[in-house]
C-alpha cells in the first residue's frame, strides 16, 4: 500500500471515529456551528472545489494527447481499427455492467444524504436521448470549456486531437504544447491528491457528524458490488471474448499475466506497469511484439474498464443515497461520458476520482457523494488498475491470433521456475 494510499485510509477512519462520537454529543453551538459547519466543511469544500478546478482542464488537455496518439491507427490499417473498436466496445460494456449491477444490489438504498446537497441536482427527466447525442455537438466550445458541459468538451478535445493527429508534421509544436500541458496537469493534480486526507478526513467526519452509524452498511455494499462487477468483467466478459477468438483459457492467460497484475495492483498505475504489461504479454503470452508494442500503449491510454465500471456502480450509488432518480436518459449519458472520457486519461492515480466528478457533473448529481467513497476507493483502485492492464492483454492476445501472429508454445509452457526466479 502506498503511503498516500495509507494516509487517505488513516484520512477515512478517523473522520468516520471523529464523526460519530459528534453524532453521539447533544446540540451545541460549538459542534454545529463552529466544528460540524464551520471546520469540517471548509475543509471538506476547499478539496472539493480543487478536485472540480481539474476537471474541465485536466479532461479536455488528456484528451486532445489521447487521441493525437489514436490518429496515427490509420498508418496500422485492419490492426489500428480492430485494437480501437475492441477498447471502445469493452469501455462500453464495463460501465453497463457496474451499472447493471448497481441498480441490482441498490448499495445506496436505507440512508438519506438529500439535506446534505449543497447545490440542487438537476436530472432533466424528459430529455430524449437523440436530444443528448445532439447536444454533445457544441455550438460554442468555448462556451462548453466555460459552463463545464462534459460531454460537448469531451467531443471537442477528440475532435482537436484528430485534427492535430492528420497534420501531425505541421503542428508538431502545437502537440509539444499539449504534451507539457498534461504533464503540468498530472502534477497539479498530484499536488490536490496530497491534501486528499485532510479532505477526506473533514468530509468524512461532517457526513457522519450527522447521518451517525447508518451510513456503514452502505458502504460496504458498494465494495462488494465493485468487487463483484470486476469479478465478473474479468472472469466472464474478459474469458468469453478470450474463448471466443481465441480458444485459450481464462485460467492459464491469468497464470501467464499474474507478473503484471501484481504490479498493476501494488502500483494502482497502469502507466506504470506499462513496461511490465509489455514484457510479460510478450514472453509469457506468446503475443507478437509488432502487434504488443501498439495495443498495450494504446490501451494503457484509452482502455480503463475497471475505471468505467466503477464509474457506473458510483453514480448508481452516490445518486441512490441522495435519494435522487437516475432516468433512462440519464444512465445513457453516464455510459457515454464514462467511455468517451476513457480515451485520453492517464494512467495515474487520483485521475479516476476528478472523471468520476465529471460523470457526476454530465448528469447533475452533487460531487460531495464522492466524499463517501473516497478512502475506500483507493482500495478498490488497485483492483481497478489490474483489470485495465488485463484488458488490454486480452486484445492484444484476440489481435495476434486473429493476424496469425501468436506462440502457442510460448503461451503453453510452465513458467514455474521463471516464477520461482522472480521472486
Given at each position: 500500500?502506498t ?8 484520512g ?5 471515529v ?12 460549538v ?9 469540517l466543511y ?5 478539496f472539493l ?14 484528451l ?12 496500422l ?9 475492441f477498447?471502445?466496445l ?8 457496474g451499472?447493471?449491477?448497481?441498480l441490482?444490489i ?8 438529500s ?8 436530472i ?5 436521448f ?5 447536444n454533445?455537438?457544441p455550438?460554442?466550445?468555448?462556451e ?20 492535430l493527429?492528420s ?14 500541458l ?13 491534501l ?6 473533514g ?6 457528524a450527522t ?6 452498511l ?6 462488494f458490488?465493485?468487487?463483484l462487477a ?10 468469453g ?12 492467460f491469468?497464470?501467464?499475466f499474474?507478473?503484471a497484475?501484481?504490479v ?11 513496461p511490465?504489461?509489455?514484457d510479460?504479454?510478450?514472453?509469457r ?12 500503449p ?23 443515497v ?15 461520458t ?9 494512467g ?22 464522492i466524499?463517501l ?12 488498475t489490474a483489470i ?9 492476445l ?26
Amino acid at each position: 500500500m502506498t503511503k498516500l494510499t495509507s494516509k487517505i485510509l488513516k484520512g477515512l477512519l478517523l473522520g468516520m471515529v471523529v464523526g460519530l462520537i459528534l453524532n453521539l454529543l447533544p446540540e451545541s453551538y460549538v459542534k454545529d456551528v463552529v466544528i460540524v459547519d464551520g471546520i469540517l466543511y471548509l475543509v471538506g469544500q476547499i478539496f472539493l472545489r480543487a478536485i472540480m478546478m481539474m476537471v474541465v482542464p485536466l479532461v479536455f488537455i488528456s484528451l486532445v494527447n489521447g487521441s493525437a496518439g489514436v490518429g496515427d491507427i490509420k498508418k496500422l490499417g485492419r490492426i489500428g481499427g480492430k485494437t480501437l473498436l475492441f477498447y471502445i466496445l469493452s469501455t462500453t460494456v464495463a460501465i453497463s455492467v457496474g451499472i447493471s449491477l448497481g441498480l441490482l444490489i441498490k448499495p445506496g438504498l436505507g440512508v438519506d444524504l438529500s439535506n446534505n446537497i449543497s447545490i440542487q441536482p438537476n436530472i432533466n427527466e424528459k430529455l430524449p436521448f437523440v436530444d443528448v447525442l445532439i447536444n454533445m455537438v457544441p455550438r460554442n466550445p468555448l462556451e462548453a470549456l466555460a459552463n463545464g458541459n462534459m460531454l460537448q468538451v469531451i467531443v471537442f478535445a477528440i475532435f482537436t486531437g484528430l485534427a492535430l493527429a492528420s497534420i501531425r508534421d505541421k503542428v508538431a509544436n502545437i502537440i509539444n504544447i499539449f504534451e507539457s500541458l498534461n504533464e503540468l496537469i498530472l502534477k497539479m493534480v498530484e499536488y490536490i491528491m496530497y491534501l486528499a486526507p485532510i479532505g477526506v478526513f473533514g468530509l468524512m467526519a461532517r457526513t457522519f457528524a450527522t447521518e451517525g452509524y447508518q451510513l456503514m452498511l452502505p458502504l460496504l455494499k458498494y465494495m462488494f458490488a465493485v468487487i463483484l462487477a470486476l469479478v465478473i468483467h474479468g472472469l466472464l466478459v474478459y474469458g468469453g471474448v478470450l474463448k471466443v477468438f481465441t480458444n485459450l483459457s481464462i485460467v492459464k492467460f491469468i497464470k501467464n499475466f499474474s507478473p503484471a497484475l501484481s504490479v498493476a495492483f501494488s502500483t494502482a498505475s497502469s502507466g506504470a506497469t506499462l513496461p511490465v504489461t509489455l514484457d510479460t504479454a510478450i514472453k509469457r503470452l506468446g503475443v507478437s511484439p509488432k502487434i504488443a508494442s501498439f495495443t498495450i500503449p494504446l490501451g494503457a491510454t484509452i482502455n480503463m474498464d475497471g475505471t468505467a465500471l466503477k464509474q457506473g456502480i458510483a453514480t448508481v450509488f452516490i445518486a441512490q443515497v441522495f435519494g435522487i432518480e437516475l432516468t433512462f436518459s440519464a444512465i445513457l449519458t453516464v455510459i457515454l461520458t464514462a467511455t468517451l472520457a476513457s480515451i485520453g486519461t492517464a494512467g495515474v492515480p487520483g485521475v479516476g476520482l476528478i472523471i468520476l466528478s465529471m460523470v457526476l457533473k454530465s448528469v447533475g448529481l452533487p460531487v460531495e457523494g464522492i466524499a463517501l467513497i473516497m478512502g475506500i476507493d483507493r482500495l478498490l483502485d488497485m483492483s481497478r488498475t489490474a483489470i485495465n492492464i488485463m484488458g488490454d492483454a486480452v486484445c492484444t492476445l484476440i489481435i495476434s491470433k486473429t493476424e496469425g501472429e501468436f506462440n502457442q508454445e510460448v503461451f503453453d509452457a510452465d513458467n514455474v521456475e521463471e516464477d520461482k526466479v522472480e521472486n
